[in-house]
């Protein structure tokens, strides 16, 4: 029986929780742009400690390597690897949540506008349309800048991944990661 080694260092601040919370993302989550946000900033997280996470990665795989657990290739290889798929599997994850945000967001201003465009003949009902139909452009507005700042996250992840997994090339069958990683190439 292996020994169980305490989890030390960085470990605990990048390694995935040992109870894992499932959100369920309703209309609700992004109507409200607090919680909303609050998700995002918990799916960054892999982003925001990325060179810590591929230090944290290599240790491992070269742990595994000299207890004679490593898998094929080399050990920065395997670290690579591992580390990209995480990437790409959160990138998924966000992109989903912020996409069907922009969904709900959109479709809540055209309900408003269409409740508008009926109460013709009510000014009082209609400054209160035209109120909440306000509040639901600012909302829209930052649910679409979310696009933005994923776009800029996941530029700033890639180049510190690509900056320590220089010779790392994400799988052909992975269509989604690999435009990604063209996007992104073709940009430096």
């Given at each position: 029986m292996a020994p169980k080694f305490p989890q030390l260092g960085s470990l605990a601040?990048?390694?995935?929780?040992?109870?894992?919370?499932?959100?369920?993302?309703?209309p609700e989550t992004c109507r409200d742009l607090s919680l909303f946000k609050e998700l995002l900033r918990?799916?960054?997280?892999?982003?925001?400690?990325?060179?810590m996470?591929?230090?944290?990665?290599?240790?491992?795989f070269r742990d595994r390597d000299r207890l004679g657990t490593g898998g094929k290739g080399s050990v920065q290889d395997q670290a690579c690897a591992y580390l990209w798929k995480d990437l790409v599997?959160?990138?998924?994850?966000?992109?989903?949540?912020?996409?069907y945000c922009v969904g709900v967001v959109d479709h809540s201003m055209d309900e408003k506008r269409q409740a508008l465009d009926e109460k013709q003949g009510d000014p009082s009902?209609?400054?209160?349309?035209?109120?909440?139909?306000?509040?639901?452009?600012?909302?829209?507005?930052?649910?679409?800048?979310?696009?933005?700042?994923?776009?800029?996250?996941?530029?700033?992840?890639?180049?510190?991944?690509?900056?320590?997994?220089r010779y790392f090339q994400p799988p052909l069958s992975d269509v989604e990661?690999?435009?990604?990683?063209?996007?992104?190439?073709?940009?430096?």
């Open positions: 601040v990048q390694a995935p929780s040992l109870t894992p919370q499932l959100v369920h993302v309703s918990e799916y960054r997280r892999l982003d925001d400690a990325i060179t996470r591929i230090n944290r990665t290599n240790a491992q599997d959160n990138w998924r994850r966000r992109t989903e949540i912020i996409c009902a209609q400054r209160k349309l035209q109120g909440e139909l306000f509040a639901e452009e600012v909302k829209r507005k930052q649910v679409h800048n979310e696009l933005s700042i994923e776009r800029i996250v996941r530029q700033r992840s890639l180049d510190a991944f690509c900056s320590r997994c990661a690999r435009q990604w990683w063209d996007a992104a190439r073709s940009r430096q």
